[in-house]
């Protein structure tokens, strides 16, 4: 009886699980507006990561001399700064404003590191070592590297992984993480957003161009992630792909990020 009773609960969660997922269209509404915010955020400070080490590294005074970085919010900055390899002091910030490709702001003078910083480089430094133990499977695919995007959230932090790569017309969708810690890098709580790599190519092998893309969600999660939108805002503009979108198999809708009109909305009919 008692195996009876169990299998008859373990059947109950399963068929309860498959069951479609219920949200109001204000609920997923607020949602779509809360990815799409983050996403942008996601895309501020890597592309400030991006810029940054291009101009930092053609500085002759201070390129042999880098080691780690960081890239965080400052007011009405985003700023990246870079520290020695000794990882004790800051010895470059570039602060950028209002998307600028440029930083607005460049300060070279040697510093101690702020309070927010030292949060960082502890969280990014016990994230690194848990990251480079094969044990816990967080890796990327050849060709393919991981960024590391970490933000305030309460009194912890999120530290997204987004893939990265140097090759051409190609869009890493896929192998992204989210890690909440503390801010000493204790994880609290993982999650994977997709099962692997889903690599979207900007043209064929015929040199045929295409203006979008599509790829499907796990169940278990039923919406387009931030971290694509930050993917997407990095990688689109070396293709001619303008849009994209997410099929959810759990709620049974589609969603479509355009890039040009910055919009996250429902596609009634994408097909």
Same mark, same amino acid.
């Given at each position: ?12 969660s ?25 996403g942008?955020?996601?895309?501020? *400070?890597e592309?400030a990561?991006?810029?940054?080490? %291009?101009i930092?590294? &053609?500085?002759?005074?201070? =390129?042999?001399?880098?080691? $780690?970085?960081?890239t ?18 800051i ?10 490709e ?14 927010i910083?030292?949060?960082?480089k ?9 990251f ?7 890796g ?17 932090f999120?530290?997204y ?11 890493? *969708? ?7 810690? %503390?801010?000493?890098? &204790?994880?609290?709580?993982? =999650?994977?957003?997709?099962? $692997?790599?889903?690599?979207v190519?900007g043209?064929?092998d015929?040199g ?20 694509d939108i930050?993917?997407?805002r ?14 959810s ?6 969603f ?9 909305e429902i ?5």
């Amino acid at each position: 009886m008692k195996k009876i009773i169990v299998l008859f609960l373990t059947m109950t969660s399963i068929l309860t699980f498959c069951q479609d997922i219920k949200f109001s269209e204000k609920e997923i509404k607020n949602k779509l507006d809360s990815i799409k915010t983050e996403g942008n955020l996601l895309y501020s *400070f890597e592309k400030a990561s991006w810029n940054s080490n %291009d101009i930092a590294r &053609k500085n002759v005074e201070i =390129k042999d001399l880098i080691g $780690a970085y960081l890239t965080y919010q400052n007011e009405e900055f985003v700023r990246t700064v870079f520290l020695n390899k000794s990882g004790s002091e800051i010895i470059a910030e570039y602060n950028f404003k209002n998307k600028a490709e440029i930083p607005t702001k460049i300060n070279l003078e040697v510093r101690s590191l702020s309070k927010i910083e030292i949060d960082l480089k502890n969280v990014r430094q016990n994230l690194i070592s848990y990251f480079s133990n094969p044990a816990n499977e967080v890796g990327a695919p050849k060709g393919f590297s991981l960024n590391i995007i970490t933000i305030p959230f309460g009194a912890n932090f999120k530290t997204y992984l987004i893939p990265g790569t140097s090759q051409s017309n190609v869009i890493p *969708f896929g192998n992204d993480y989210l890690f909440i810690t %503390d801010n000493n890098g &204790k994880i609290l709580n993982k =999650k994977k957003f997709h099962s $692997a790599m889903i690599p979207v190519f900007g043209s064929d092998d015929e040199g045929n161009f295409s203006a979008s893309s599509t790829h499907s969600h796990l169940k278990e999660n039923p919406f387009l992630s931030a971290t694509d939108i930050c993917t997407f805002r990095l990688y689109a503009p070396f293709t001619k792909l303008t849009k994209f979108s997410v099929f959810s198999p759990g709620l049974k809708k589609t969603f479509e990020y355009n890039m040009i009109e910055n919009t996250l909305e429902i596609v009634k009919n994408p097909f």
